[in-house]
């Protein structure tokens, strides 16, 4: 396949890369593939892009002593080229106190994570699913832009003590605004076969989300009740997560978790794991470290259970590593994020709401204080006011400053539907107080 | 090269392209990352290849590749070809237009006095484990970290108007930052900026002026003082910024926005759009008479500095904000024809495999009269904020809210209290329009900032921005519950 190396060839150049090393220890990351994007706005294709290619890195190791290179050819002499830069720098460095070896291997579970019908998927393929979208959008006087990617990736990690871990996959995004100058909607379509993804439903979502959101008219900030739908609630958890739940965050005490784990945090319907297996979401059977994917259920009822290990925050606790290594040493990270269903519809939470705001997504959130994960950012795309069990009216988007802690935490209704955002798969949720510190102009 | 290039051109052209260029880029970087008296990293990167970028019936169309062979520069032409083919498929009526450039034959190099690749890895260690030895000498200090980087970047351009521009860029930076936590409060502080220091487009001896040795001590003392500083007070005040925040507050609400793609709707799915619509260029009042704002690719050692941009555009400088009034945008050949225009030069690739989009060069708030002193003694109630810890703004750039590092109180015209948690909100134009004491050229800085994220799929651009310290009257500050 083109753009692709295979599991045989990528294997075959790590073993060589492994052989040619002078280091006690080496390990080899091969990553790469094709991807494709086909971008538009103002309801025409503005930006057309095609990329392939792949990089190569080498970790050296005498004793404690470790050296990095990478290329992005990889062409016999460049190959040769990084193994050699990785041993100078080798030998240049200081020991690493901090150092706790590789892993060894470990047998690797099978996942299908690659589709042909994504990766043949062509640009006139993506020129029709964007069509869909732009003729929807300007039948109603609305522009679109967006964009649809598909690619395909391949991973290999390969070490001196015997991981050989290979893996290829597919993913397919397609995603819209349909926006007038008084209001705009968002959807999207996430997917690892291209096949799952229907443009019309994409296009009909953000239509009548565009539609609705027409002249949205100002509410003051203040503590409102809200209904957040799943991309919101993603983005959230993610902020959760990032710090949180990493066990070497949680041993420099730089964790809310910091000696609180086996508390009970969050409500009892707040449950959620990290699966790399599951196909719901985009499996990876392995982590950077070449470690098998682990279940880890970091919260289970509202009780902080589980932490997220990769090799060297597990070794320094006498434990396995779970698989969430990555290869640069910034410590442990979650790449396949669930929550539980609960058992309400957004409908009944609309029904359910006195007075509150129905957010469509967030833009731009960052956090603004770890400990207590603190997030601020701005909604987008579809904001409405919801009054007496009914959505009245779309209004200008606000600024939001809350603890994610507060949110999981004090939820009191959760979807029966789960939505694939980003990487994770996450219902929508309500909950009874959300602080909005501000307003924008539209 | 230009057997290659022309291949590409050729190939393209007979294909019926009306217009195509070729990048060829060769990239280097080092870097050293330590952490807590360990050297985390040490490594080499490299990458080299090829992108053509072609106009076909009024459509763009782009494919990259890293085998530099004349087989491949062949087949990624007609790739590309075939890219704008699909993407005339879904046309506006109007084609895409280039507003013209003169074809040149160029070499341009950035100036570099000390090759920071000539640097041996043991003395870059070394700075950098004594910087982390200084910073740790406080034991409330749980982290300690640093690092050095440098980028060596060979670029070829050619069109099929004629430009052949060779460049060589070489960009240098560094950073320190310790972070402290106790009973459930945690800090950073961090020198010279945070997100990993501070860049520019020259070499070593942009590190030696850093002094890092000198400020680490401070800054592992500030890390832990402000674990037990005030919390900073929910009130409107007026607000003093350090120049390294104001980059921040220049990049978000007047960098971006200013940006001709975003006006044209062309980023809305991701980063958004812009409120500077078109009909407000020569009109709106974006700040108070005291704000001039340039955006100036021709500065020596800017980090957003260059030669000629990715389209063979030459660096220029642009008057965006005078006099408080909005004048020029950054724009690339096509968005520039839209109203026009000819281009401002702001076309910039991440790397081989990207297509160039709008960006910002080094985008400066110009010196006023004022020194900081003067400033702060003509300050009856307010607060210093210095160096930015987090950022927030909607996608037409109007709401934002940035938190600080570190900020003071000030009263009666002198610096009090430490405060932690700071942070600030307003609205982009009445934030601006409020400013009223702008710093001289005495107390003018020019940052670096290596980590501007913008496109699909995503590029990392390096930007910079001029600016000194400044004063804004009733502002927002203290967001959020705090207790
Ligand atoms: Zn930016």
């Not at chain 1, 297996?277 to 919260?299: N, T, W």
């Not at chain 1, 510190?437 to 539209?442: A, K, L, Q, Y």
């Not at chain 2, 870097?31 to 990167?45: A, F, I, K, M």
Request: aromatic share 8%; glycine share 10%.
């Amino acid at each position: 396949m083109r753009g692709l190396l295979g599991k045989d060839e990528a294997l075959k150049m790590a073993g060589r890369v492994i052989d040619a090393s002078p280091g006690d220890m080496t390990e080899v990351l091969i990553r790469g593939g094709v991807s494709r994007l086909t971008r538009f706005s103002d309801n025409y294709i503005h930006q057309n892009v095609s990329d392939s290619g792949h990089s190569l890195t080498v970790k050296v190791i005498f004793g404690k002593k470790i050296g990095t290179a990478s290329t992005n050819s990889l062409d016999e002499d460049a190959v040769k080229d990084a193994i050699e830069a990785a041993t100078r720098v080798a030998e240049l460095q200081k020991p690493n106190e901090d150092f706790e070896g590789i892993p060894g291997p470990e047998p690797i579970p099978e996942v299908n994570t690659f589709f042909d019908s994504t990766y043949e998927f062509s640009p006139l393929d993506r020129a029709m699913g964007v069509k869909a979208i732009t003729e929807r959008a300007a039948a109603k006087g609305f522009k679109a832009a967006g964009a649809y990617s598909t690619g395909a990736s391949e991973l290999c990690i390969a070490n001196s003590l015997g991981v050989r871990a290979y893996n290829r996959s597919t993913q397919a995004h397609l995603r819209t605004v349909v926006m007038s100058d008084t209001g705009s909607g968002y959807a999207d379509a996430l997917a690892t076969d291209v096949k799952d993804i229907d443009p019309g439903l994409v296009a009909r979502t953000a239509v009548e989300k565009c539609e609705a959101s027409q002249n949205p008219q100002v509410v003051p900030a203040g503590e409102y009740e809200v209904i957040l739908e799943p991309r919101a609630v993603a983005d959230l958890l993610s902020y959760l997560v990032r710090g949180g739940f990493s066990a070497s965050a949680v041993r420099e005490g730089r964790s809310f978790l910091a000696g609180r784990l086996g508390e009970k945090i969050f409500t009892d319907l707040f449950s959620f794991w990290d699966d790399g297996l599951d196909p719901r979401g985009f499996p990876m059977p392995f982590d950077l470290e070449g470690v098998p994917k682990e279940k880890v259920i970091m919260v289970d009822k509202g009780v902080a259970k589980g932490l997220l290990y990769d090799w060297k925050s597990a070794k320094k606790e006498g434990k396995r590593s779970t698989g969430h290594g990555g290869f640069g040493g910034w410590g442990p990270m979650a790449a396949n994020l669930f929550m539980a269903p609960g058992d309400s519809t957004v409908e009944e939470m609309i029904k359910n709401t006195k007075r509150g705001i129905l957010v469509t997504r967030f833009h731009y959130t960052n956090m603004a204080h770890p400990m207590k994960v603190l997030v601020t950012g701005m909604t987008r795309d579809g904001t409405f006011l919801v009054e007496d069990g009914k959505v009245t009216k779309p209004v200008k988007n606000f600024r939001f400053t809350e603890s994610a802690l507060k949110v999981f935490g004090t939820m009191d209704m959760v979807g029966k539907e789960l939505h694939r955002s980003g990487r994770s798969v996450v219902p929508a949720i309500h909950v009874p107080a959300f602080t909005f510190t501000g307003v924008t102009e539209f | 090269m230009r057997d290659l290039t022309s291949v590409a051109l050729d190939v393209a052209k007979k294909l019926g392209a009306s217009y195509a260029d070729i990048r060829v880029v060769d990239k280097k970087q080092e870097s050293v990352r330590t952490r807590n008296g360990n050297v985390e990293s040490l490594g080499s990167s490299r990458s080299k290849g090829f992108g053509v970028r072609v106009l076909y019936d009024g459509a763009w169309g782009f494919s990259s590749s890293a085998r530099i062979t004349e087989d491949e520069v062949r087949r990624v032409a007609e790739e590309a070809v075939s890219i704008a083919k699909a993407s005339a498929t879904v046309k506006r009526e109007k084609d895409v237009e280039l507003a013209p450039v003169k074809p040149v034959t160029a070499k341009w190099k950035s100036e570099c006095k000390i090759d920071p690749f000539s640097v041996k890895a043991e003395d870059k260690i070394a700075l950098l484990l004594e910087a982390d030895r200084l910073m740790r000498q406080n034991k409330g200090v749980r982290v300690a970290s640093g690092n050095i980087s440098s980028l060596r970047e060979d670029k070829v351009f050619a069109s099929t108007e004629g430009s052949y521009i060779e460049q060589v860029k070489t960009e240098t930076g560094a950073g320190i930052d310790a972070m402290a936590a106790d009973k459930g409060e945690l800090q950073r502080r961090s020198y010279p900026t945070s997100a990993g220091g501070d860049f520019a487009s020259r070499g070593w001896e942009f590190v030696e002026d850093m002094r890092l040795l000198d400020h680490a001590e401070r800054v592992g003392n500030e890390a832990v003082a402000l674990l037990t500083a005030k919390q900073c007070p929910q009130v409107v005040t007026d607000l003093v910024l350090d120049s390294s925040q104001l980059t921040l507050q220049i990049h978000e609400s007047c960098g971006h926005p200013i940006e001709l793609d975003r006006v044209f709707g062309q980023e809305a799915s991701y980063a958004g759009t812009s409120f500077l619509t078109p009909e407000k260029q020569g009109t709106f009042q974006y700040g108070s008479p005291d704000v001039n704002i340039v955006a100036d690719a021709t500065i020596e050692g800017g980090l957003g500095s260059f030669g000629f941009d990715d389209e063979g555009v030459p660096a220029q400088r642009t008057t965006i904000v005078d006099k408080g009034i909005f004048k020029n945008y950054l724009s690339s050949r096509d968005t520039a024809a839209e109203l026009g225009e000819t281009s401002s030069g702001a076309m910039r690739a991440d790397s081989w495999s990207r297509i160039p989009i709008i960006r910002m060069t080094n985008i400066n708030l110009e010196p006023g009269d004022w020194t900081l002193d003067e400033i702060i003694k003509d300050t009856k109630e307010g607060i210093l904020m210095e160096t930015n810890k987090s950022w927030s703004i909607d996608d037409k750039r109007l709401n934002f809210q940035f938190g600080v590092e570190m900020a003071y109180e000030i009263k009666d015209g002198s610096i009090g209290d430490m405060l932690k948690n700071a942070n600030y909100t307003g609205i982009t134009y009445e934030f601006w329009r409020s400013c009223d004491a702008v710093a001289n050229k005495d107390e003018w800085r020019l940052w670096g900032v290596p980590n501007c994220g913008k496109g699909e799929p995503g590029q990392v651009a390096h930007v910079g921005h001029g600016s000194a310290p400044a004063r804004f009257r009733g502002v927002k500050v203290g967001v959020g519950k705090w207790q």
